[in-house]
């Protein structure tokens, strides 16, 4: 591994094209029938993240408590009024100190028969205090253009380099209502403060757009030495994951749709790769979306000379040809490659990198697998985002930060990567690389 100095685009390119909050945003808050601290009050609720629920009417927020303060809850409403939408918390599996930093409670509630296309205000509340007024807009029942963002691995000093990132990438496209994240959040699952700057990080995300991560294997202590997680302890308490109703399925590993996009969760680490290929497979064989996206740590062929990932090359990779997967996303390898494997209008495979820490690249096991690199770069970290619409879908990689010695050379801002994938009506695929 090498490390070294980070060089930050300038702040106009971080920070430039946020528009204006819309005038709604300074409108009287949600109001409840009862009485409900202020949130400037006691000790509010923290920590708040959104993730999606298995349908797109509902709304999954989670978050963490001081204490177990009673009537744990959500309160929302539409921003141009409507019916006030309540949801009561459950307690989430309890954590520890020495695992996990803190034994603070967490807790999730599912706010359900939310209206399509519709902005909502809402506040997280408990015996202690509220948090909020927050934002989410609701995904559309149609296919309507729209855009998400992408991280790889963050992993070290996300208070900082991953901040940054973060907000450039928000910054430049406001409207993306998605955030994922390719894994490897944290690098020491135990220290509580590395969950802190992660939240830190997030801030400009995740209390208005759902946030969704593929577990790493540094969350569970896997290929890591002197780790201890307590089974990954720290990641379920910050993140929750809709169930499908499968039988032996875990939450790291899932399915959820927004706005045309099957979107599947996977485990690269798991143990139970097979039956998550069994999962895959039958959520793309009845997938009703135009366009299908796959999120896993690890993917099928590794961009570091010492590495191969058999077990996902093995097992995930024949479900994801057979069913043509438009986009595989992975972090793990701490550089950027893209490319195809087979046919160049196939599925696109990216992996990236959104922090500080970086791995010297290799094509070897791209070449061993048959598989063509049609794009790379070493030591430059990227956000991704991906403009989705009915015919087309647009990856593009942005280039946000990078070390000393990174190559190719390319500007702050400039997309390192831009891939545009077009469908006909009878859903023929065709490829375009810039």
Not at 176 to 185: F, K
Not at 378 to 394: G, K, M
Request: with cysteine; proline share 5%.
């Amino acid at each position: 591994m090498r490390t070294g100095p980070v060089v930050l685009a300038s702040m106009a390119l971080l920070v430039g094209g946020c528009s204006a909050a819309p005038d709604e945003d300074r409108s009287a808050p949600v109001v409840e029938s009862d009485a409900v601290p202020a949130a400037s009050t006691g000790t509010p609720p923290m920590a708040v993240v959104l993730t999606p629920a298995a349908t797109s009417a509902s709304q999954v927020v989670t978050w963490r408590s001081v204490k177990a303060w009673g009537n744990q809850r959500v309160v929302a409403q539409p921003v141009g009024g409507g019916t006030q939408v309540r949801a009561a918390a459950r307690r989430k599996a309890a954590t520890s100190v020495r695992d996990s930093g803190s034994a603070r409670p967490a807790y999730t509630a599912t706010l359900t028969g939310l209206e399509p296309g519709t902005r909502y205000r809402y506040r997280v509340v408990n015996n202690g205090g509220s948090a909020g007024d927050y934002h989410f807009t609701t995904s559309s029942a149609e296919l309507e253009p729209w855009t998400f963002l992408a991280l790889g691995d963050t992993q070290v000093a996300n208070a900082d380099r991953p901040a940054a990132i973060v907000k450039a990438a928000v910054n430049r496209f406001p409207s993306a209502n998605l955030v994922l994240h390719a894994g490897d959040v944290v690098n020491h699952p135990w220290v509580h403060q590395e969950w802190v700057d992660l939240m830190a990080a997030l801030a400009p995300v995740r209390t208005s757009r759902n946030v969704v991560a593929s577990i790493g294997n540094h969350e569970q202590c896997i290929l890591v030495r002197d780790c201890r997680s307590g089974d990954a302890q720290g990641f379920r308490t910050y993140f929750s994951s809709p169930s499908n109703g499968v039988s032996g399925q875990r939450p790291t590993w899932y399915r959820f749709d927004q706005q045309g996009v099957r979107f599947v969760v996977l485990d690269s680490f798991g143990s139970d790769l097979a039956a998550q290929a069994r999962f895959l497979d039958a959520q793309l064989q009845d997938n009703p979306n135009r366009w299908s996206v796959v999120l896993l740590h690890a993917g099928p062929f590794a961009s570091r000379a010492d590495r191969t990932n058999s077990a996902v090359f093995s097992t995930v990779l024949p479900v994801i040809e057979k069913h043509d997967v438009d986009l595989v996303l992975s972090g793990h390898d701490h550089v950027f490659s893209s490319g195809y494997r087979g046919d160049p209008d196939s599925t696109v495979f990216a992996t990236s990198v959104s922090g500080p820490k970086y791995y010297e690249i290799s094509r070897a096991d791209w070449d061993r697998r048959g598989a063509t690199r049609a794009r790379w770069a070493e030591r430059i970290s990227t956000y991704q985002v991906v403009d989705v619409a009915a015919d087309t879908l647009r990856f593009r990689s942005i280039v946000a930060s990078k070390g000393s010695g990174s190559t190719p050379s390319i500007a702050y801002g400039a997309a390192l990567d831009d891939v545009t994938i077009t469908k006909d009506a009878d859903g023929d695929k065709s490829v375009t690389r810039r």
